[in-house]
């Protein structure tokens, strides 16, 4: 093989993997159950150079491909470990492969990843103070270091900092997630702390052009122009739509502060230090290799994108592309082709985009799905829905079908009232302003410290809808700041406009449909069609979506 990639199924492993496929290279991954391959072949990896082995690198490896090129991407990467288990892989398992490797006839290079904290002094790693995963990593590297030099192996060690991109959950995410949830009220750390970045798609290409490179080189791979740590929270906050702390605690005050209070693993506590790292040598081999980091600031947005749609590691994205956006001054969480939608879809309340999901999966032709100002994943908006609606669709250059449920069926009317040349259809699913007022949800939760805290089972139920992933979405939001009461003030009061929205909708220029449930009847005669799904309640599109994609032309 060219190369055999040991902790193939890791978050750095893995891309590096398919980085090497991807570079013709015939890779052997080493791997203690497949999942890699199915993660390759659902971003369009060709895995017809790859072969997968069986390997726990805790024991010594054994009937494994020779390779010209050994990488260790296996370690042990979280807080909270005991000594034992963080030893195992990370020094242990290190030395296992180095071993095996120095045995290989035709072996040009192995390469260990490391961590941007280790500096190889002089002693033994203090695992009482450093915590076992730090220490251990740092032990690793000494241990590998020394061996390497008496069975004379080509060793090169990669020391990247933090590593981000789609599947880091550990760590900053976990920063990043309280950030998200306002449960971030100070920052540890100060003013000139330093918690460097690197992507995993430019470590991957880092990684594997380092076996042509001559040996003796040890590699710290980082950003030196990430932002200082305050900095950096800021921009994630900017880009989420959330409020930055503003004051910063002492790492020292951090440590005697209970982990209740904090929230902080004091672990991680080590990382936040004004510290700088020996970039140079990683920084010439890139420029020799024609390797650019992207933006460290565009890269924390696309991360920031990728840790919201997933819940932070919790679920898999039901609709995509996503990220947030700034619409009329706020920032919006949107999903979909933002350009040339074939529908364009508004959900009610107390929902968000994901609540067309399975219609969504059914409809020929992209959709457009944002989350509703103040509600879902997105900010309060800065100058009314009327407006952050026309500013939504105002790259939309073709005339899409205007989809909109419950109460955002009144500014959908409105928008298609006042830019029908912009509107193919207006296509209204259980409109509130056609129905009875009143809260859909019993009056038993509109109260806010109720809604902040509904299980997914308990708001399915007050909803009337079976348990999943798109209830499941709606309660975690109305755990975020701010949208329980959003959502209850938007439940609890009455239209003002129903009778405007009745009168609008006789004289709108452009074809109307209702598509409404049998359990869930109209209490206004409309000149316009209405389509009645036979069992179905306020979320036919959720609960029926077959009936109503056919409705819809899917």
Not at 155 to 171: K, W
Not at 249 to 262: H, I, Y
Request: with cysteine; proline share 9%; hydrophobic share 45%.
């Amino acid at each position: 093989m060219d190369a055999i990639v040991f902790g193939a199924t890791g978050f750095i492993g893995r891309s590096l993997v398919a980085e090497l496929l991807g570079r013709g290279q015939r890779v052997a991954a080493a791997v203690r159950n497949d999942t890699l391959t199915p993660w390759l072949t659902s971003r369009g990896v060709d895995t017809g150079q790859l072969v997968t082995v069986t390997a726990d690198i805790t024991r010594p490896p054994t009937e494994l491909p020779e390779a010209r090129d050994v990488y260790n991407a296996a370690a042990r990467y979280a807080f909270g470990l005991g000594v034992r288990e963080a030893r195992a892989t990370n020094v242990t398992g290190a030395l296992n492969v180095l071993d095996w490797a120095a045995a290989l006839p035709g072996l040009r290079r192995l390469v260990h990843i490391s961590g941007y904290r280790v500096s190889a002094p002089e002693g033994s790693p203090d695992y009482a103070r450093l915590g076992a995963y730090e220490a251990s990593k740092l032990e690793g590297d000494l241990a590998l270091r020394a061996r390497a030099g008496e069975l004379g192996i080509p060793l090169t060690i990669a020391n990247p900092s933090t590593v981000i991109g789609p599947g880091q959950y550990v760590g900053l995410a976990t920063l990043v997630e309280r950030l998200w949830n306002g449960q971030l009220p100070a920052l540890p750390g100060g003013p000139d702390t330093f918690l460097p970045i690197v992507t995993v798609d430019y470590f991957a290409r880092f990684l594997a052009e380092i076996p042509a490179a001559p040996p003796g080189e040890h590699y710290w791979v980082l950003d030196d122009n990430t932002p200082l740590f305050p900095e950096l929270i800021g921009t994630l906050a900017g880009h989420l739509g959330v409020r930055a702390p503003r004051r910063t605690v002492p790492v020292g005050l951090v440590r005697r502060l209970p982990r209740t209070m904090t929230g902080a693993d004091p672990e991680t506590l080590t990382f936040l230090t004004a510290d700088r790292y020996p970039t140079a040598s990683a920084r010439a081999f890139a420029a020799s290799a024609g390797l650019e980091m992207p933006p460290a600031a565009e890269a924390l947005r696309a991360w920031a994108d990728d840790l919201v749609a997933t819940r932070f590691g919790a679920v898999t994205p039901r609709l995509s592309p996503y990220g947030f956006h700034a619409v009329a001054g706020s920032r919006t969480w949107v999903t979909g082709e933002r350009h040339a939608p074939a529908h364009v879809l508004l959900h009610g309340l107390p929902m968000n985009a994901d609540l067309w999901a399975p219609l969504a999966a059914r409809l020929p032709g992209p959709v457009l799905a944002p989350d509703l100002p103040g509600l879902g994943r997105s900010a309060a908006a800065a100058r009314g829905i009327d407006a952050w609606l026309a500013d939504l669709l105002s790259p939309v250059v073709n005339r899409p079908v205007l989809v909109a449920h419950s109460l955002a069926c009144e500014p959908a009317l409105r928008f298609a009232a006042r830019h029908p040349e912009r509107v193919g259809e207006l296509v209204l699913v259980a409109p509130a302003f056609l129905q009875a007022p009143g809260p859909r949800l019993s009056r038993s939760v509109l109260a806010v410290p109720t809604m902040r805290r509904l299980s997914p089972a308990r708001l399915a139920a007050a909803l009337g809808l079976p348990e999943g992933p798109e209830v499941e979405s709606a309660a975690a939001d109305l755990r975020r700041p701010g949208v329980a009461r959003r959502v209850v003030a938007a439940l609890r009061a009455t239209s003002a406009q129903r009778a405007r929205s009745r009168q609008l909708l006789d004289t709108v220029g452009v074809p109307v449909r209702i598509i409404m449930g049998s359990a869930d009847p109209l209490t206004a005669a409309v000149e316009h069609p209405v389509t009645e799904i036979a069992g179905a309640g306020h979320y036919p599109q959720l609960t029926h979506p077959d009936e109503v994609a056919h409705h819809l032309g899917g």
